[in-house]
């Protein structure tokens, strides 16, 4: 079995149902090395992101079948001018690409023996933790915010999850979760576990398979705790150190501009975000003040030839209803990228060429 390596003392750990963080605090990285794909095999593999099996580090037969996470349409468009492949992210089975990961965390559960899983999320991460939890047989808790929206939590709920409501905020609750990792339980932690990023990083795959191996020049994601900026650097260096694509795309990460603690490290030329009290955006999703990843995303930002923006909640607003008059049920975190784009679309074709823009999360859920 591969094994976990921190992020910050390069202590390497046990994969273990009690391990989710170094002993010093913090997130861990998989010591994994993904095989090259086979390209003329996948037509004959299943619709999910289990067809990608080489790169991945759990055996597909893990996933008891799954729900079909991981292969999600790509629409070319026009965005105020300028064109865009939009990946629909939202179109997944809880509708965001949390399920990507969901789905690793699970089948790591399994392989571990684990029979319940724990996260700490008040929104997308809980909801796809507790579908894949409940199509593998395993047993869910989320952990959330007394001052959380109610929304999401009831949908978890309505998947089969206890949701645990935390006093206090966000802090709490993950600090409620770990406490349950030391009674044994698997803490499934979307920030934490690299299992996650494993997961995420199939969205390099799912792009690059259906550009037909050509890779674009950037693409476009909201970033919070930088999940999917930090997956597809995995993703796309895999694809690259195997010869499946001929470059690596930029990785533009965009933040909302309440809360933008790696954005103003970006642009302050600092190689980790300094926190940020949690202010108050519209988009929720990406509303984080401490990204425990956050070093790592401006590293793979800037490794990329990338760069990380922020939007207001006016514009991200503007870009929620633009893409509903066009058909794209997002959320309002879902859009946070799509506004980057009607903002900078000529100035980021210009500089990067083809962009494709991620539009994360659905909006059918609020
Ligand atoms: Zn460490």
Redo the contacts with the bound molecule.
Sequence with gaps: MTSYV??????RHKVAATRWR?????PLDLDFEAAAIDRDALRRRPQSLWRWSEALPLDPALSRGGLGAGVTPLIDDVLGETPVHLSLEYVSPTGSYKDRGASLLVALAISLGATEVVDDSSGNAGIALAAHAARSGLKARVFVPGDCSPVKPRIAKALGAEVVEVEGGRASAAEAAANEAKTGAFYASHVFNPFFLHGTKTLAYAVAESLRWVAPGAILVPAGNGGLVLGLDLGFRELRRHDLIDRRPSLIAVQAERCAPIFRAFEAGEDSPSPVTDEDTIADGVRIGAPPRGAAVLKAVRDSGGLVTAVSDREIETARRILWSKGYTVETTGAVAAAAVLRDGKKLRETFGDLVVVLSGSGLKA
């Excluded at 921190?6 to 202590?11: E, L, V, W």
């Excluded at 170094?22 to 913090?26: Q, R």
């Design positions: 921190c992020t910050s003392c390069h202590a170094c002993d010093c605090g913090a």
